[in-house]
């Protein structure tokens, strides 16, 4: 993801800035993914695996990435308090 364009991204919901998800956070996205049942804000499930995605500066909302465009819709964000394992 372009540097430049990060650094004027922010939640949708809460204004916060957004941060790219390091290995370990994606991993653990992941795995919650693989295990089904997690869900987006809207109720959706989310059942492809994430290759990048952004996280609130909180560390409570995730939004995905897809072919390097963010998907910054409230509806779409994945709340971190819905993984296990997630780091914090």
Partial sequence: MDRKL???LCC???KQPLALLNKAELRALN???AAGGLKRADGS???EAIKEG???RDHQ???RVEDGIPVLLTDEGIATALIADFPR
Avoid: G
């Fill in 6 to 8: 990060l650094d004027i």
């Fill in 12 to 14: 949708p919901a809460t």
């Fill in 31 to 33: 795995d919650a993914i």
């Fill in 45 to 47: 499930a989310q059942s």
């Fill in 54 to 56: 952004l996280i609130t």
């Fill in 61 to 63: 909302t995730i939004y």
